[in-house]
């Protein structure tokens, strides 16, 4: 059994989370889920919705997978020394640590992706990608699959991106079986990146 953190934060982007999480969800007999957060109040997400945290960052690091999802709000929280050190120090212990969208961005500000090849939301690309200087960020990917890091582009782009996690933790057939039992055509292609076209970056 994998303990897979799923990082939340005031603002977190719905599907982001959500999308990610039905996937993960389904492996319940090989993933454990926690909803980790700096507090155990209730988190909004960017639509008002609340989920409630069942640990926080005080409480350790020994996870075998993080999850951060994006949104606007991660650009804010990525400020939060303390939230960053949760980060750096629960990436260095996990297996895998897998983002989306703008988490990208957030996991690049602590220097853990520094050196590494990732990507983020193609709409914000240009003005959130400095704030990892030393990230080799990838314009046109739908995900990015570096070492242990697993970075998607924008908000849907984070199911193929958690499809090709589970394909390399418990095989294509486990993936493929996932996207077969939720109806979701997967792309499989981490290349296709026609949003990356449209926002002007290729």
């Not at 008002?48 to 020994?62: A, F, M, Q, V």
């Not at 949104?71 to 750096?88: P, T």
């Not at 990838?138 to 958690?162: C, H, I, L």
């Amino acid at each position: 059994m994998k303990k897979l953190a799923a990082f939340i934060f005031p603002g977190f982007q719905t599907l982001d989370f959500f999308g990610p999480i039905e996937m993960f969800g389904g492996l319940r007999d090989d993933i454990e889920i926690t909803l980790v957060a700096e507090t155990l109040d209730p988190v909004p997400s960017v639509h008002g919705h609340k989920l409630l945290p069942e640990k926080t960052l005080s409480d350790g690091h020994n996870y075998d997978l993080l999850f951060i999802p994006g949104g606007d709000a991660a650009l804010d929280i990525a400020e939060n020394e303390s939230v960053a050190e949760w980060l750096r120090q629960t990436s260095a212990r996990a297996e895998l640590v897998m983002t989306v969208c703008t988490g990208s961005v957030l996991l690049a500000t602590t220097g853990v992706l520094d050196g590494y090849k990732a990507t983020t939301n193609k709409l914000d690309f240009i003005a959130t990608v400095p704030l990892g200087p030393k990230v080799d960020w990838v314009k046109k990917a739908r995900w990015v699959e570096d070492e242990k890091f697993f970075t998607s582009s924008g908000v849907s782009a984070g199911m193929d991106m958690t499809l090709a996690a589970i394909a390399h933790l418990f095989g294509k057939a486990a993936a493929t079986e996932m996207a077969v039992g939720i109806e979701y055509e997967w792309h499989e292609d981490s290349t296709w990146d026609p949003f990356s076209t449209l926002a002007g970056l290729s």
